[in-house]
C-alpha cells in the first residue's frame, strides 16, 4: 500500500500541474479580455473628447469665443453664431420636461415601493418601463399628430404646428420610467429595520416614507433627478419633430425653438461643404452640449456621494 501510494503521486503531479497552468491562462485572457472592453469604452471617450476639442478650436480660430457664447442671434448663413438661442431652446425642453417627469416619476415609485401590491406592482411597473423602449422618433410623431392638436382643440386654440410645450411633454414622459425605475429602487432599499423601527414608536405610512424611506433613498433619487435632466438635454428626434428648427432665445413654450442636438440633425442632413465654417459648427455645438451633460454628471456623483445612507 505505501509503495503504490508513493508511485502514484509523481505521476498524478503532472496532469495536476498542467490543468492548474491551463486554468491559470486561462483566467489571465479572461482578464485581458475584459481589460480590452473597459479600454475600448475609454478609447472611445477620448476619441470624442479630441475630435471635438480639436474640431472646436478650429472653429473659435475663426469665431471669436465670446461671440460664440454670449451672442442672442444663431443665423449659420448669415455668419451669426450666438448660441445663446440654441441653448434656451434646450433648457427650456429640459426644464418643461422635468416639471412632468420629476413629481409624476416620485409620485409612481412612492406608490410602487410602499403601496402597490405585489399583484399591481408587476403590471405597473413594467407597463412603466416598455415606455423607455419606444422610439424617440415615435414620441416626436405622437406630440405632432395628437398632442397639438389637443392642445389647439381645447386650451391653446392659436397654437402653432411646432412648439415646444408638446416637445416637453412628449420627452417629460420619456423620461418618467428614468426617474420612477430609479427612484423606486432606492426606496426599496432602504433597510426594512428602519420602516419597522418607524412603525414601533407609532409613525403612520405617511410618516414613514415622508420622514424615514425618502430621506433614507434621498441620494438615489436626486441621481434618477439628474440623470432624466442629462436625457432631456441629449434628446434629439423627439424635440426634432415636435418643436420645430427655429433658433429664438425665448422662454414661451408657446413659440417653435431649436434645440443643440436638433440643429446637429439639421446641418448633418443638410448640404453643408466638409471643412466649411457651417460644417464645423456641429462639432462647436456638440462640444458645447457635451460640457454640459459632462457637468450633469459630476452634479450627479457629488450629490450622492453628499447624501449617500450607509446601513451596516
Known sequence: MTTGTATAGPSGAAPRFRRRRSRHLFEQAIGWILFACAAVTVLTTVGIVVILVTEGLSFFGEISPVDFFTGTRWRPPSELYGILPLVSGTLLIAVGASIVSLPLGTLSAIFLSEYASPRVRGVIKPTLEVLAGVPTIVYGYFALTWVTPVLQHTILPGLGTFNALSAMIV?????????????????????????????????????????????????????SYILAVSRAIGETMAVAVAAGATPSLTAN????????????????????????????????????????????????????????????
Open 171 to 223: 420627452v417629460g414622459v420619456m423620461t418618467l420610467p428614468m426617474v420612477s425605475s430609479i427612484a423606486d429602487d432606492s426606496l426599496r432599499a432602504v433597510p426594512s429595520q428602519l420602516r419597522e423601527a418607524a412603525y414601533g414608536v407609532g409613525a403612520t405610512r405617511f410618516e414613514v416614507i415622508t420622514r424615514v424611506a425618502f430621506p433614507a433613498a434621498l441620494s438615489g433619487i436626486v441621481a
Open 253 to 312: 413654450p408657446l413659440e417653435s425653438v431649436q434645440t443643440m442636438t436638433s440643429y446637429i440633425v439639421q446641418v448633418a442632413q443638410g448640404e453643408a461643404p466638409h471643412g466649411t465654417i457651417e460644417f464645423k459648427t456641429i462639432f462647436v455645438v456638440a462640444l458645447t452640449l457635451f460640457a454640459m451633460t459632462l457637468l450633469m454628471n459630476m452634479l450627479s456623483a457629488r450629490v450622492v456621494a453628499r447624501f449617500r445612507e450607509r446601513y451596516e
